[in-house]
T-cell receptor
Framework: NAGVTQTPKFQVLKTGQSMTLQCAQDMNHNSMYWYRQDPGMGLRLIYYSASEGTTDKGEVPNGYNVSRLNKREFSLRLESAAPSQTSVYFC?????????????FGPGTRLLVL | AQSVTQLGSHVSVSEGALVLLRCNYSSSVPPYLFWYVQYPNQGLQLLLKYTTGATLVKGINGFEAEFKKSETSFHLTKPSAHMSDAAEYFCAVSDGNAGNMLTFGGGTRLMVKP
């Protein structure tokens, strides 16, 4: 049971390049999330998917797209990377436990946009 | 709208001393409150959560937090710090709406001196 996995671990992009961050979970969770983490700002929600086939915007969706490929996988795409998207990106999935959903996080992807 | 304020972006304690990390929240509905810990180069791990019931919540690694509605606070404490507690700690709030979206505070980095 690997939990939540993310690839790649590190990436350097040039401004204008595109890339897809991959996330997969093997815990059979329905809900999945993408966050970005910036110093002093905690984590901010980019997009989430409450179930397979559905996605919704979070707090900071501009410049990103997502795909819920199946129940296990939730990818985040940067179509034209900008330096402002330099950040650490975390994927999470959640399960109903004790009457409330608890989120489990992956190890993160560190992205540098030059 | 919800928000979370963590007082002190950096807290330093001596090994064996009391750990107190402060968290205040605002929420228009009864909140669900969480503390997460992030060790270097890792994802977030759930320490503890308050949803309903007892206001003093015990978590992993000897941490606990008390929900005080009158003070809109959910401070994290541990009686005796260990070197292994050095990490970044995040307080988060959810109002239970669709998607179980969490709003995070800016984080507090805990340093433990020998």
């Amino acid at each position: 049971n690997a939990g939540v996995t993310q690839t790649p671990k590190f990436q350097v992009l040039k401004t204008g390049q595109s890339m897809t961050l991959q996330c997969a979970q093997d815990m059979n969770h329905n809900s999945m999330y993408w966050y970005r983490q910036d110093p002093g700002m905690g984590l901010r929600l980019i997009y989430y998917s409450a179930s397979e086939g559905t996605t919704d915007k979070g707090e900071v969706p501009n410049g990103y797209n997502v795909s819920r490929l199946n129940k296990r996988e939730f990818s985040l795409r940067l179509e034209s990377a900008a330096p402002s998207q330099t950040s650490v990106y975390f994927c999470a999935s959640s399960v109903l436990s004790g009457g409330w959903e608890t989120q489990y996080f992956g190890p993160g992807t560190r992205l540098l946009v030059l | 709208a919800q928000s979370v304020t963590q007082l002190g972006s950096h807290v330093s304690v001596s090994e064996g001393a009391l750990v107190l990390l402060r968290c205040n929240y605002s929420s228009s509905v009864p909140p669900y409150l969480f503390w997460y810990v992030q060790y270097p180069n890792q994802g977030l791990q759930l320490l503890l959560k308050y949803t309903t019931g007892a206001t003093l919540v015990k978590g992993i690694n000897g941490f606990e937090a008390e929900f005080k509605k009158s003070e809109t606070s959910f401070h994290l404490t541990k009686p005796s710090a260990h070197m292994s507690d050095a990490a970044e700690y995040f307080c988060a709030v959810s109002d239970g709406n669709a998607g179980n979206m969490l709003t995070f505070g800016g984080g507090t980095r805990l340093m433990v001196k020998p």
